[in-house]
């Protein structure tokens, strides 16, 4: 008996329990990649959007690059310095902070929601839209610890683009619109 004669004659439960085993290990792993895709990168200092917009800091007052340019951009050291130089000068997160200031050094602070490098994005057109911030990025106000709350996959943008009205569907859906 030849080799591939007794692969041939295996029972067919050990192809059907590899491919069981198979679509179990792809489905652990598509959920850790998401997991991972969501979790909240470990900062430098601890930081809460939840305190800024409860005393009235709009998105756009430390993060107004999508005003100007394509990226909403991480404050400068030097933005947060012009408020918490006299604003919250008690609070060891501010003085961590303003230490930074002191030795003219940047934050360190690690990007939340990124999009692959291959991926062309603006918020100008998504902003011209209507968009708001959180339509994206989540209630972002509300978060003590800032963490992603979307994947930003093409298959997440792609969703979006296919609920718009059927005359910018064709557009949105170009493969030109996202890869430059």
Not at 64 to 71: H, V
Not at 159 to 180: M, W
Request: charge should be positive; aromatic fraction near 4%.
């Amino acid at each position: 008996m030849t080799i591939l004669s007794r692969i041939a004659s295996r029972p067919k439960t050990l192809s059907i329990g590899g491919l069981v085993l198979l679509v179990g290990l792809l489905a652990a792993g598509i959920l850790l990649t998401r997991r991972a895709a969501l979790a909240a990168p470990e900062q430098p200092i601890p930081f809460s959007h939840a305190i800024h917009d409860q005393a009235g800091v709009q998105c756009l007052f430390c993060h107004p690059g999508p005003l100007r340019s394509d990226a909403a951009a991480i404050p400068s050291v030097q933005k947060c310095a012009g408020c918490h130089r006299t604003i919250a000068v008690d609070r060891p997160a501010v003085q961590e902070l303003m230490a930074y200031w002191e030795a003219q050094a940047p934050i360190p602070w690690a990007p939340v929601s990124r999009m692959a490098d291959f991926v062309y994005f603006s918020h100008q057109p998504h902003l011209g839209a209507g968009l708001n911030c959180e339509t994206c990025h989540g209630e972002v106000g509300s978060m003590s610890v800032l963490r992603p709350v979307n994947a930003m996959d093409m298959g997440w943008c792609l969703a979006c683009h296919l609920e718009q009205p059927a005359q910018k569907v064709a557009r949105l859906t170009d493969c030109i619109a996202c890869h430059k």
